[in-house]
């Protein structure tokens, strides 16, 4: 098979994906890397051509890969994950309404362009998580205390355009990344960075409880997605997702790289696992529950 992988500039050094690009090639296929930040190229010829099975991406918000993605989707040609799905999570505004929607049991979550706006929130809801609705990669996330810490936010990278703040669950001090390949979940917990008095970040594989597998294998239908991540804590009323992210970077994963590239290449064969489905057009099944 052949295969187009558009690679953001920031990803260019990466293990995730060029060890997959590395993988696919040592199983035999093609695989063309491409750079949409940091090469020239004839956008025409790219779709007009429909020489790739697949076009995979791993973008920042915002990156240019992801106008180019949808061009070839517009086309016909299969995309993974699908290109409406990225869009869908890339704009968290946009997708904590998704999850709301869905029943997905997700935090309240406020938008405002200036952080004296925030401020209205209750103080009652303090603790507050405040994150740029275009971040990634957990940049720019700041835990904030009291409404007099948010004048100190203007002065932070990423405090640019739309925040969002939620209300901080309260949890043990462990992060739950959930990883998806395919239809394939993967657990990892790590020492959460918002963790007060908290020591150096560990990471380690864990095993899935039954609810929260359900939880992650949802976010998958109500986004649309095939590859993909979920950020869980354990509340004291249960899991909350907090914070959904396409092609994330595994790690942790035992033999990720060989789980991700099989993945890729079944989905490449048989099209995405949400075929008929358009982000948040699911709900998903009561036993979940919702906070």
């Known amino acids: 098979m052949r295969f187009c992988f558009l690679v953001e500039e920031q990803y260019r050094n990466d293990g995730m994906p060029l060890d997959v690009v590395r993988q696919l090639r040592a199983w035999g296929h093609r695989v063309d890397v491409l750079r949409p930040g940091g090469s020239l190229l004839d956008l025409g010829e790219l779709i007009r051509d429909g020489a790739h099975d697949a076009w995979v991406l791993k973008t920042v918000s915002g990156g240019p890969g992801l106008g180019l993605l949808e061009a070839a989707a517009g086309a016909g040609l299969t995309t993974i994950n699908d290109a409406r799905a ?24 406020w938008a405002a362009a200036r952080t004296e706006d925030l401020a209205r929130i209750p103080v009652d809801r303090y603790p507050l998580v405040v994150k740029p609705a275009d971040g990634s990669s957990g940049r720019a996330v700041h835990r904030v205390d009291a409404p007099e810490q948010l004048t100190a936010l203007e002065q932070c990278p990423g405090s640019e355009g739309l925040l969002l703040a939620q209300p901080y669950v309260p949890n043990a001090g462990v ?68 914070d959904v992210n396409d092609f994330p970077s595994f790690r942790q994963v035992p033999d990720a790289v060989a789980k991700v590239s099989r993945a890729v290449l079944r989905l490449a064969l048989n099209g995405s696992s949400w075929p008929s489905a358009l982000p948040g057009a699911v ?4 036993q979940v529950g919702a906070v």
Do not use: N, Q
């Open 175 to 242: 992060d739950l990344k959930v990883y998806c390949a395919g239809g394939e979940l993967f657990g990892t917990e790590r020492t959460s960075p918002l963790a007060r008095g908290g020591g150096p970040v560990r990471e380690r594989p864990v095993a899935l409880s039954p609810e929260v597998a359900a939880i992650a294998t949802a976010v998958g239908e109500v986004y649309g997605l095939d590859l993909y991540g979920v950020d869980v804590l354990l509340g004291p009323d249960g899991p909350v997702v907090v």
């Open 283 to 286: 709900r998903i099944p009561d």
């Open 86 to 109: 990225i869009r869908g999570v890339r704009d968290k505004a946009r997708a904590a309404v998704l999850a709301e929607l869905a029943g997905l049991p997700v935090p309240a979550t």
